[in-house]
């Protein structure tokens, strides 16, 4: 069985601030990891991905994320906060091979202070 | 090119009835999965769809059936409605490509109240 746990349901930070959210992972398998974001009244948009290449994985608008199997962690990070950032984010992992289900985080609500 | 497409919107119905949502998948993409994402938590996965076939079910009740038509596109049905499906059913799409991941792309749901 797989399940993700995000530590902090909602996280604060100022405009050019780092932003940090957490994502702690369970998995009997292989993981794929994956964050995505979801602004008011819309679906999901893809961040990044971890698919076992390289560990810290690089996404759009800034965020990175970096794969600790012996933590079994996969944070995202962004060096500097913009008021754009503002949204609900979520992590998720699924299987490798075969049909993958995406299973998620309860999500973070990040907030940017001006 | 277009994404992922989710019809209707939003959706009111009442206990009892029952709701068809349906789901246009990107272009090139042949398989559909569908999540409900209640009010402050994370999409639950209900099921997938590949090659008109239910391949991969969550924990959902036999009151959650789906579709999948030859074109790719995809029907999520709901009966006997009750409060608690009130949320936000979320449609992806991906392309089966055999090489262990799939990435999946999202529309932008349909909301749905049981009043």
């Known amino acids: 069985a797989q399940s993700v746990t995000q530590l902090g349901s909602h996280v604060s930070v100022s405009e050019g601030a780092l932003v940090l959210l957490r994502c702690n992972y369970s998995?009997?398998?292989?993981?794929?990891l994956f964050w995505y974001v979801q602004y008011p009244n819309q679906g999901l948009q893809l961040l990044l991905k971890y698919t076992s290449a390289a560990t810290l994985v690089k996404g759009i608008n800034g965020f990175e994320a970096e794969f600790k199997k012996s933590e079994t962690s996969f944070h995202l990070t962004k060096p500097s906060a913009h008021m754009s950032d503002a949204a609900e984010y979520f992590c998720?992992?699924?299987?490798?091979?075969?049909?993958?289900?995406?299973?998620f985080g309860q999500g973070t609500r990040l907030t940017i202070n001006p | 090119d277009a994404g992922v497409t989710q019809s209707p919107t939003h959706l009111i119905k009442t206990r009892g009835q029952q709701v068809t949502l349906r789901c246009s998948p990107k272009s090139g993409h042949d398989t559909v999965s569908w999540y409900q994402q209640a009010l402050g938590q994370g999409p639950q996965f209900i099921f997938q769809y590949y090659e008109e076939e239910e391949r991969q079910r969550g924990n959902f009740p036999d009151r959650f059936s789906g579709h999948q038509f030859p074109n790719y596109s995809s029907e999520l049905n709901v009966n006997a409605l009750l409060l608690g499906d009130s949320a936000l059913y979320l449609c992806?799409?991906?392309?089966?490509?055999?090489?262990?991941?799939?990435?999946?792309?999202f529309g932008p749901g349909t909301r749905l109240t049981v009043t």
């Open positions: 998720a992992v699924s299987r490798q091979w075969g049909a993958q289900k995406l299973v």
């Open positions: 998995s009997s398998v292989p993981p794929y």
């Open positions: 992806a799409s991906s392309l089966a490509n055999g090489l262990g991941y799939d990435e999946q792309y």
